[in-house]
């Protein structure tokens, strides 16, 4: 079993719908990492959570940390959300980027 | 822009052969980290480096190394390639403090390595 998996894998979604994805953790944590990584590669750090809950934009990240459960939502999704959305996490340390990664959600908004 | 610079941006080259990735952090961050992402691993943790020195090493092959010059740039060396070790290599970089900073990560576009 990884220590970080998300679900679903894959994702299709209509504009404007609600859109969650899980990431579940077995291993204590410092922080934990939303990333966004689009068709060309390059990836972006939506958030990083230690606790509680984080809101930019469209998007909230949430964490549980009793639960080991973090969620990530997009409200009013759009086509341009398509992207893959990894969940990462720190398990403590000064070596924060030393991070384990979850197998990525694959997202694909239709207008 | 994340601020953080990759070279080359693609690279093929052949078995058994070595190359250099490049990478120049964020103006100021200290510390640096490599990735590796392919199709079959996913993305990985290589190894971290800190003001010059290697502070945390991941699933980093005997075969590669690394290392931060004075000016804080990093280099990540891959040597007798085999054909397994075509991937995205990442690099990306942060600023002191970490998490309980609010301190985030910040990714370079990567580097393409095909071995052929």
């Known amino acids: 079993k990884n220590e970080v998996e998300q679900s679903p894998q894959n994702l299709t979604a209509q504009e404007g719908e609600f859109i969650t994805i899980n990431c579940s953790y077995s291993v204590g944590i410092s922080a934990l990492h939303w990333l966004q990584q689009h068709p060309g590669g390059g990836i972006v750090s939506l958030f990083m959570?230690?606790?509680g809950k984080k809101k930019h934009g469209r998007l909230i990240a949430t964490i549980n940390i009793q639960e080991k459960h973090s969620s990530l939502h997009i409200t009013a999704s759009h086509p341009r959300d398509s992207a893959v959305y990894i969940c990462?996490?720190?398990?403590?340390?000064?070596?924060?980027?030393?991070?384990?990664f979850g197998q990525g959600t694959i997202l694909t908004v239709h207008p | 822009d994340s601020g953080v610079t990759q070279t080359p941006k693609h690279l093929i080259t052949a078995t058994g052969q070595r190359v250099t990735l490049r990478c120049s952090p964020r103006s100021g961050d200290l510390s640096v980290y490599w990735y590796q992402q392919s199709l079959d691993q996913g993305l990985q943790f290589l190894i971290q480096y800190y003001n010059g020195e290697e502070r945390a090493k991941g699933n980093i092959l005997e075969r590669f190394s690394a290392q931060q010059f004075p000016d804080l740039h990093s280099e990540l060396n891959l040597s007798s390639l085999e054909l397994g070790d075509s991937a995205l290599y990442f690099c990306?970089?942060?600023?002191?403090?970490?998490?309980?900073?609010?301190?985030?990560?910040?990714f370079g576009e990567g580097s393409w390595l095909t071995v052929v």
């Open positions: 959570l230690s606790s």
């Open positions: 990462a996490v720190n398990s403590g340390g000064t070596s924060y980027g030393k991070l384990t």
């Open positions: 990306a970089s942060s600023p002191r403090g970490g998490p309980y900073s609010g301190n985030t990560i910040y």
